[in-house]
């Protein structure tokens, strides 16, 4: 499902981006979540993502814990410019739901949403964004370049599908 913006909220902010992508991968709810929740990560590019990376240690709190840990993530857009990330889940139901705050480049909130699919052979991964950037020039050139920013992130969020799928696949 392509990513695109939506203007519904330009009275109150006008550089407001909905930002949603359907992910169909081939593994149970709690596969999928032990992956993307994964807190034994190290620093440097995610092992099946491409293009993004992760900029700092992951683990705090002893034992770590993924409610009190903040992933610093940088993703390459593909148009020659990098957006930082910084990810705080706010509400978890494992394996099903993760709440977050964006920080960093982008300042919001997003959902992940889990759901078995195929008879709980498969997930289907609902992943929902409503962000402002910070970047000056990402606000100065939103009004004309949205529909771009909204074209990158959609070919970056594809490339973490395929990814995804391809180290589910592996793992089995």
Known sequence: MASQPTRSDTARSPHLYDLRSEWHLPAPVEDVWAVITDLSLPVGPLPWWPGCRLTAPLASGSPPSLRTTTARLEFRSGLGYRLRVDIQPRHLLAPHLLDADAGGDLLGTGRLRL??????????????????????????????????????????????????????????
């Open 115 to 172: 759901s078995p699919a195929d008879g709980g052979r498969a997930t289907v991964l609902r992943i929902e964004w409503r962000v402002r950037p910070v970047l000056p020039w990402m606000i100065r050139l939103s009004p004309v370049l949205a529909p771009l920013f909204a074209a990158a992130h959609g070919r970056v969020m594809k490339r973490g599908e395929l990814g995804l799928a391809a180290r589910l696949l592996d793992g089995k």
